[in-house]
């Protein structure tokens, strides 16, 4: 509910000891099987929807990053690649999250209570499994249960105002033709990405797994065949020689063990 909140529940999770992680010992005959025993062993195994981002500096904690410089971005989890796309992601498609995540920074939000967060859980794993089925009805708090589609429709109508701010200054209106195209896509089911990955399968006779391979196959002869400009390729070969660089001297100036390395970590606060 809060970026506090956030920390100090995250802190938390570090920082709990869970019984199977001990009994499977941190350290054993001079070999570490895990950091520690705790419920999480360091911020970034926790997987949620999204995540808040602050890039940390040196070897600081990501809630300690947080604490100090409050939140940079926001990493969302829970959004497919789109493997029909060379680049995984559409511009139109990244113009529609924008307004969405607008959306969702201003629309009233009253705090989240255990109750809301269960059905909130049960909605995603029910959008996951079942969310092709046009009859699918989802949960809402104080609320008459509603179909995903009808729900969907809804949210689509309050990004329309959003989209029309983003197009200020704008040449096309772009965003308005992002949201137009979703709310063409949910009109017609079979524009979305499931529904053409699965038409792509059914056409070529293959799996998932081999027509996901052809798919990247096709992805690679793609950008071979765009070789980059003289230009960026230097910045690219520059930037991996001085990454190495950095490696090398950041290595050559260790001069603590792994063991007070790790307590000096997690010893942050």
């Known amino acids: 509910n809060s970026l506090p909140e956030y920390i100090a529940s995250l802190t938390q999770a570090t920082q709990t000891p869970w019984p199977p992680y001990e009994r499977m010992g941190v350290k054993v005959a001079g070999d570490y099987r895990q950091l520690n025993a705790n419920v999480l062993q360091i911020e970034n195994e926790y997987y949620t929807?999204?995540?808040?981002?602050?890039?940390?500096?040196?070897?600081?904690?990501p809630v300690e990053a947080l604490r100090r410089r409050g939140v940079q971005y926001v990493e969302l989890r829970s959004v497919d690649i789109n493997p029909l796309e060379p680049l995984s992601v559409t511009a139109s498609q990244l113009r529609f999250l924008e307004a969405f995540l607008l959306f969702c920074l201003l629309q009233e939000s009253p705090p989240?209570?255990?109750?809301?967060?269960?059905m909130i859980d049960d909605n995603q794993?029910?959008?996951?499994?079942?969310?092709?089925?046009?009859?699918?009805v989802l949960q809402r708090r104080r609320e008459p249960a509603v179909r995903l589609r009808d729900w969907a429709v809804e949210i689509l109508g309050c990004l329309q105002p959003i989209s029309e701010l983003l197009d200020s200054g704008e040449s096309g209106r772009p965003?308005?033709?992002?949201?137009?195209?979703q709310c063409e896509v949910l009109a017609d089911p079979e524009r979305t990405p499931s529904a053409r990955m699965l038409a792509v399968m059914r056409a070529s006779g293959q799996n998932f797994f081999r027509c996901a391979q052809h798919l990247s196959e096709q992805h690679r002869a793609y950008f071979q065949a765009r070789p980059l400009p003289e230009e960026r390729t230097r910045f690219f070969t520059e930037a991996a020689q001085r990454s190495l660089r950095e490696q090398a001297e950041i290595e050559a100036a260790?001069?603590?063990?792994?063991?007070?390395?790790?307590r000096d970590y997690f010893a942050q606060s």
């Open 49 to 61: 929807s999204m995540r808040p981002k602050q890039p940390p500096r040196g070897n600081e904690k």
């Open 112 to 118: 989240l209570d255990a109750e809301e967060r269960r």
């Open 125 to 136: 794993m029910a959008a996951a499994l079942q969310g092709r089925d046009p009859a699918l």
């Open 175 to 181: 965003y308005a033709a992002a949201l137009t195209e």
């Open 254 to 262: 260790d001069e603590v063990s792994f063991d007070e390395f790790l």
